[in-house]
Nanobody
């Protein structure tokens, strides 16, 4: 059974850092593009970052460019989101999701509707 489990969330002060992990079980990530998404209270879920199946292509929302970095370790079946210079507006529940890709070098997409399998989310709170 395909399962995604996010971890690494927590409470951090503005300017701090967190690294989120998304561990997959029941399948191997190497045939999937992976996306990170977030949803703040009262807001729609938004795409934060994605990484292609090959790992050679990444995308970031404008709001996190230069601060967040996505990476994947297929050997560990895990994807990471390194978040630096965190701001209060980054506060949200963060989710990872996967999208099967036939072509190794297909570009990833940030639209939540493009992803079919999701983790349960991890809370990130940025506050002093």
């Amino acid at each position: 059974q395909l399962q995604l489990v996010e971890s690494g969330g927590g409470l951090v002060q503005p300017g701090g850092s967190l690294r989120l992990s998304c561990a997959a079980s029941g399948f191997t990530l190497d045939r999937y593009a992976i996306g990170w998404f977030r949803q703040a209270p009262g807001k729609e879920r938004e795409g934060v970052s994605c990484i292609s199946r090959s790992g050679s292509s990444t995308k970031y929302a404008d709001s996190v460019k230069g601060r967040f970095t996505i990476s994947r370790d297929n050997a560990k079946n895990t994807v990471y989101l390194q978040m630096n210079s965190l701001k209060p507006e980054d506060t949200a529940v963060y989710y990872c999701a996967v999208r099967p890709e036939v072509l190794l070098f297909s570009l990833c997409v940030l639209g939540p509707n493009e992803y079919g399998d999701w983790g349960q989310g991890t809370q990130v709170t940025v506050s002093s």
